[in-house]
């Protein structure tokens, strides 16, 4: 079991309408140096065929398409010691604040993706923010049994009724 604190910015802007949370970045992720950095994720690939947009290769793609689309990235917490990337692993959870990033944009809808983010943020975050989040299914490598491309592009395509 590893203490990890959370090292990436959240991704928002002013413009942002739908805030997208994961539940920490992963070792793959951290190497990387970005959200979703593990090769077989498949975050990058559902976001860019949900919004019918170019597949982003690189950090400052994918930022932009975000930001493009007023979408906003960060994660629920903002330590805790896991194993790996197992979120099942998840102990001593703390959360993320998430008070400048919702006074400081449009967010009208928060989605989660994966049960344990929705369970942590239900957990840790509802309390503070009164806000709902609707669970989306994790895009992780692990999860590629449980659900197919197409399922994760129609449930991911949720978001687009928040967004303009």
Request: glycine share 4%.
């Amino acid at each position: 079991m590893t203490k990890v604190n959370h090292i990436f910015d959240p991704v928002y802007d002013a413009n942002s309408q739908v805030l997208i949370l994961g539940t920490i970045p992963s070792p793959k992720s951290r190497e990387y140096g970005f959200y979703y950095g593990h090769p077989q994720n498949r975050f990058w690939r559902i976001i860019s065929d949900v919004l019918r947009e170019p597949f982003p290769n690189t950090i400052e793609e994918k930022k932009n398409l975000l930001l493009s689309h007023h979408i906003a990235l960060w994660d629920v917490l903002a330590s805790c010691d896991i194993t790996g990337a197992k979120d099942s692993s998840i102990k001593n959870a703390v959360a993320n604040d998430f008070g400048e990033i919702l006074s400081g944009s449009c967010i009208a809808a928060i989605f989660t993706t994966g049960m344990k983010a929705t369970k942590l943020y239900q957990q840790l975050c509802y309390p503070k923010t009164n806000v709902p989040t609707t669970y989306l299914p994790s895009t992780s490598p692990a999860n590629c049994g449980n659900f197919t491309y197409d399922e994760l592009v129609a449930e991911y395509s949720k978001i687009l009724r928040f967004i303009k």
